[in-house]
Every structure is written in structure tokens, then in C-alpha cells.
């Protein structure tokens, strides 16, 4: 896949002018976004990476275009994990619904800052040493392990919501004021500079997403060896994330057999990164550092079949399971 200088820039160009449009059009004015709303930009923003992807299958072809939808399903599906660690830290937080919007964003903002850099740095891993994939199917398999024995102890993402050593360093480095000053990241108090308790919000986002992106980026990779693919297929995950937060809203306790679902597609990934390094196996204590052919590969339409069929499952399970609950708690 061949992708010239001024494409990138055009791309990269085009996914910062649709943030910039977000970030304008949704915190100019603080808000809480109708379900209504939630679900239009919702659906513009799937429609937008939906439209490039049909463009990267029309002019790269079959293989690529499938390997596009299979990255961006499964990042978008890994940032439906990160709704319910944002929504612990609003409510740790207790920001006001109506200022939401504006730190989300720039949380939203600052990961596909960081995850441009994990993916430059992943791919010039790769491209050097093909030994990477090991490591890199070997974290997916201990964080699909991990995630599933979480699910199976009941444990929430409470966790996770705890003040994080960046954020507690932030603290005490930034004067900082104890109420909210509307939307507001920097008051002027007594000629003073502080920052307010949305700032270090946009901080705990940020860094939670860093977090998530030590999954994410590896998953991608394994589906994908295109840098191109891998970063737009983050970055439009990351696009619409804001809307999907408030469509989802109470819908996010319900999905309770999702974290099995992410578990199986990062397992899975996992094991295909692992078969794929083998192919390539240059380790001279593997098979004396010949490639290993009786390897099987997995084609990339039988990844994207994995994946879909994954979710579908998974999510019609979740509201199978909790539909009787969710009617006794509106007859409530």
C-alpha cells in the first residue's frame, strides 16, 4: 500500500478539521445532547468512516478495504470499553452533564494525539523486527485472560476510576480551585492563575485512554501491517466517541457480556499475531530461526467474520440477559 506524502497530510488534515468542527459546533455552547442529537451525529460520524472505508476498498482493493472495516469494527468496539471508565470518572468527578461535552473532547483530543505516536512507534518496531508480533500477540493474550477473569469475578471498572499517579502529580503541580467555574479549564483569581477540577478531568481521560491504547494499538496491528490503516482506523474510533457516550447513556449497563466478547477478539488477535510471527520467525531459538510454513494463517475475511459474529452474540446476549431487569426498574 503505496501512500504518497500529500494524502497523509490530506488525511490527517481532514480528521483534525472534523475534530475541530466537533469540538466547535458541541462546546461553544454548553449542553446536555438529546438522545436525538446523540444518535445524528452518532450515525454522520459511522456514515463518514464507513464512506472511506468503501474508498479505500475501491482504490486499494478487496484486501485492504477488509482489513480497514475489520480495524475499525474492532476499535470501535474497544472504545465502547472506554465509555464505561469515562462515565466512572464524570461521576467520581460529579461534573455537570452540560459540561461533558467540552472535556470529553478534549480528552477524545489528546488520545489520538498519543495513539499517533504509539502506532509511528509500532510501526517502526515492526518494520525492524519481526520478533515484535510475539510480544505483541502475548500481551493480547494476558490482557484477554485478564479481562475475562474480571468479568467472571463480577468486578466493575471502579478500579480504574481511582485517581491515576499522573493525575495525583498534576495535583500537585497545579494550583488549582475547588469549584467548577462553568466550562472553564483556567480561572484568574487575585491576579492568579488555577486551573479548575475540569482540567485534571481532562487529564484523568487522557491518561485512562493511554491506558486502553496498550491494547488497542497491538489488536489493530494484528489485523492490519498498514500504518495508514492502523492510524485512520484509530482516529475514526476515536471520532464520534463523544455522541456515542451520550446515545449509549444506561444502554452501557446492560452490555454486561461485553467484556467476554473484547476478551474473545483480543484472544483471537492474539493467537493470529503469534501465528503470523512464526511465518517470519527469525529467533534463533525457535525452530533454529527458520520460519515456521505448517503455521496456519488466518485470512482477513475469516477475522472480520470473527469479529462481527463476536459482537453480534455478545451484545444480543447482554440484552437478552438484562431485559427483564431493565423492565423492573422502569415499572419502578
Keep these: 500500500m503505496d501512500i504518497p506524502i500529500w494524502l497523509w497530510l490530506a488525511t490527517a488534515g481532514g480528521i483534525i478539521a472534523l475534530f475541530l468542527f466537533d469540538f466547535v459546533f458541541h462546546a461553544r455552547k454548553p449542553h446536555e445532547p438529546s438522545f436525538k442529537e446523540a444518535a445524528a451525529w452518532s450515525t454522520f460520524f459511522i456514515a463518514v468512516a464507513m464512506l472511506f ?13 477488509s482489513e480497514y472495516f475489520a480495524g475499525f469494527i474492532t476499535e470501535k468496539s474497544l472504545s465502547v470499553d472506554n465509555l464505561f471508565v ?14 461533558q461535552q467540552k472535556v470529553l473532547l478534549l480528552g477524545i483530543a489528546i488520545a489520538l494525539v498519543m495513539r499517533a505516536l504509539f502506532i509511528a512507534l509500532g510501526a517502526a518496531a515492526i518494520s525492524q523486527f519481526s520478533w515484535v508480533f510475539y510480544l505483541f500477540g502475548a500481551f493480547l493474550i494476558y490482557t484477554a485472560v485478564h479481562l475475562a477473569q474480571t468479568q467472571l469475578s463480577d468486578s466493575d471498572h471502579s478500579d480504574e476510576g481511582q485517581p491515576s499517579w499522573v493525575e495525583r502529580q498534576a495535583r500537585r503541580v497545579f494550583p488549582s480551585t475547588s469549584e467548577y467555574h462553568g466550562n472553564q479549564l483556567l480561572v484568574r483569581d487575585a491576579g492568579k492563575w488555577l486551573v479548575t477540577p475540569l482540567f485534571f478531568v481532562v487529564v484523568a481521560l ?30 475514526f474510533a476515536l471520532l464520534g466517541l463523544l ?12 452490555l454486561v457480556y461485553l467484556g467476554f ?39 482477513i475475511w475469516l477475522s472480520l467474520t470473527i469479529i ?18 431493565n423492565r423492573k426498574d422502569t415499572q419502578s
Excluded: C
Design 308 to 325: 462481527i459474529g463476536t459482537l453480534v452474540i455478545t451484545t444480543v446476549a447482554s440484552l437478552l440477559k438484562t431485559r427483564g431487569i
Design 53 to 65: 472505508g468503501a474508498g479505500v476498498w475501491a482504490i486499494w482493493g478487496p484486501r485492504y478495504g
Design 86 to 99: 469515562f462515565v466512572i470518572i464524570m461521576a467520581r468527578f460529579a461534573v455537570p452533564r452540560i459540561y
Design 243 to 254: 455522541q456515542l457516550y451520550f446515545l449509549l447513556g444506561g444502554l452501557l449497563d446492560r
Design 206 to 235: 487522557g491518561f485512562t485512554d493511554l491506558l486502553f491504547a496498550l491494547d488497542s494499538i497491538p489488536a489493530i496491528f494484528g489485523l492490519t501491517k498498514e500504518p495508514y490503516i492502523v492510524f485512520t482506523t484509530n482516529a
Design 261 to 299: 466478547g473484547l476478551s474473545a477478539i483480543l484472544g483471537f488477535i492474539g493467537i493470529k499475531l503469534i501465528l503470523e510471527a512464526l511465518h517470519t520467525n527469525n529467533l534463533p531459538f525457535i525452530n533454529d530461526g527458520q520460519s515456521i510454513h505448517w503455521a496456519p494463517e488466518i485470512p
